[in-house]
């Protein structure tokens, strides 16, 4: 296991980007016998994590996660924002920092009962839990038995692209995946195959949210569903999946007489939807200027996943989707119509 000193444990935690930081304070929480809900992007009421345990009492923690530099400090308004409501479901309210927090925070936080962990408790707390490995496999949190009984996994993309758990995608924790579990989704292909209609009909789920999710496992895969295709209906999809074909480019890469041999597809259809992945815009939204992973996420939340998407949507539209800033959004969607 990797051995780091103080100085280094941090600066690997504040190399992290935002949501990398939540899923690293989850994994924390998780070592310590509690289980653990990463909530929505936006719309969270400022909670990033939600953290239950059931002994010796049922208790409910909603934690703040912030993986700022150290000049970065929290101030008030965020613990203010932190704090619980009247009537609130959790029992505690918790900021966590990779940086520290300004006096006024550090205030508020013990007029509102928030409990606070800076960069020299997160530091400690990681030494004291042995979650170095942590810091150089961030995706090993999703791994809970295999971390707490000292067996660290390689939790790599490709681990995700190849029939990892729904719950690698952002705001589905504990208690979602079971609900999908409870309709037969447990990867992220099955998530990939399954119809959002259906899926929101039998979970209770919105319609919407399930299409999000569906956007997002397809980003992990590391392309876009092979449903943006016109002509491919839920059984198709269904074929497909049988063949380890998920997205516009392994259908791209894909024999369509190979494919036809291992489903009942015909091979003209096969030929025909293969076609239409090949002249469909290969041109990622990563490739247009200071999109970084975490907004090209979003945008495929929104299920925007090349250039030509993104220069085709409308502002109002994804300004409701994304948790991006709109004058950006502006700038992204002029970009993608000058190249597209």
């Not at 508020?108 to 009962?113: D, G, Q, T, V, Y």
């Not at 590391?222 to 392994?250: C, K, M, N």
């Not at 970084?292 to 109002?316: H, P, Q, S």
Request: hydrophobic share 40%; glycine share 8%; aromatic share 6%.
């Amino acid at each position: 296991m990797a051995e780091f000193d103080q100085v280094e444990i941090l600066d690997r935690v504040q190399a992290f980007s935002g949501a990398e930081f939540e899923r690293f304070v989850a994994a924390l929480w998780e070592l310590q016998g509690w289980t653990t809900e990463i909530t929505e992007t936006s719309g969270d009421d400022g909670r990033d994590i939600i953290a239950e345990r059931n002994l010796p009492f049922k208790t409910m923690v909603k934690i703040e996660a912030k993986g700022w530099s150290d000049d970065n400090l929290v101030g008030s308004p965020l613990i203010r924002q932190s704090a619980l409501l009247p009537g609130d479901d959790a029992d505690q309210a918790v900021v966590v920092t990779s940086s520290s927090f300004t006096e006024p925070a550090q205030e508020s936080a013990r007029r509102h009962n928030v409990k606070l962990v800076d960069s020299t408790q997160l530091v400690v707390t990681i030494q004291k839990l042995s979650a170095e490995q942590l810091l150089t496999d961030i995706y090993a949190v999703d791994a809970w038995k295999e971390i707490q009984s000292g067996r660290y996994i390689d939790w790599t993309d490709e681990r995700i692209k190849q029939g990892q758990s729904v719950d690698v995608i952002p705001g589905i924790g504990t208690r979602r995946r079971e609900q999908l579990a409870g309709v037969d989704i447990h990867t992220v292909g099955d998530l990939l195959v399954a119809n959002p209609e259906s899926v929101a009909e039998r979970t209770g789920f919105t319609e919407e949210r399930v299409r999000r999710w569906s956007n997002l496992a397809a980003f992990y895969r590391g392309g876009e569903p092979v449903s943006v295709l016109g002509g491919i209906d839920s059984r198709g999809v269904e074929q497909l999946a049988t063949t380890d074909i998920y997205t516009v480019d392994e259908l791209r890469a894909a024999c369509p007489c190979e494919v036809a041999d291992q489903t009942t597809l015909d091979e003209l259809t096969l030929k025909r939807w293969v076609g239409d992945a090949v002249s469909r815009g290969s041109d990622r939204v990563t490739l247009l200027p200071k999109i970084g992973e975490e907004r090209a996420k979003e945008l495929a939340r929104a299920g925007i996943f090349t250039v030509d998407d993104l220069a085709a949507t409308d502002l109002e539209y994804l300004e409701g989707q994304c948790n991006i800033g709109r004058s950006f959004l502006q700038e992204l969607i002029r970009n993608a119509q000058t190249t597209s």
